[in-house]
């Protein structure tokens, strides 16, 4: 048997556990909310300029090898993005005593506060 999500064949091999399930079937991309992002100083070290997006990944928001939806980004300098790919999310999170997810909330939160709601239907599974 072949699944078809967001127009992308899968094996019948997927998994069925309660989390996966839980998952919302189409992935929330949205340019106005990354280029707010971008334009935001590091989340972490507060320096401002180029920032890259870097998308948290939970068990819940990302299945199949795909990106988590963009409500999960938040801004990251370049050299901290690189860092956090280099050592692992978790170190990274020890490392500088923050809270990735928690971030993403907030993100969410003032970017909701400033320009209004995600499109309609839209659900957010942290």
Not at 48 to 55: A, D, I, N
Request: proline share 6%; hydrophobic share 35%.
């Amino acid at each position: 048997m072949i699944y078809h999500v967001d127009g992308v064949e899968y094996p019948g091999n997927i998994d069925r556990t309660e989390e996966a399930t839980n998952l919302p079937m189409r992935q929330l991309k949205d340019v106005r909310y990354l280029s707010w992002l971008r334009r935001l100083p590091c989340c972490v070290s507060g320096k401002s300029g180029l920032t890259h997006v870097h998308h948290v990944r939970t068990k819940r928001n990302c299945c199949a090898g795909r990106k988590p939806d963009d409500r999960f980004g938040i801004p990251m300098s370049p050299d901290l993005h690189l860092m956090g790919h280099r050592i692992g999310w978790e170190t990274f999170e020890r490392r500088f005593k923050v809270d990735l997810l928690e971030m993403a909330k907030y993100y969410n939160c003032m970017f909701f506060k400033r320009f209004g709601r995600w499109p309609r239907g839209t659900v957010i599974n942290y």
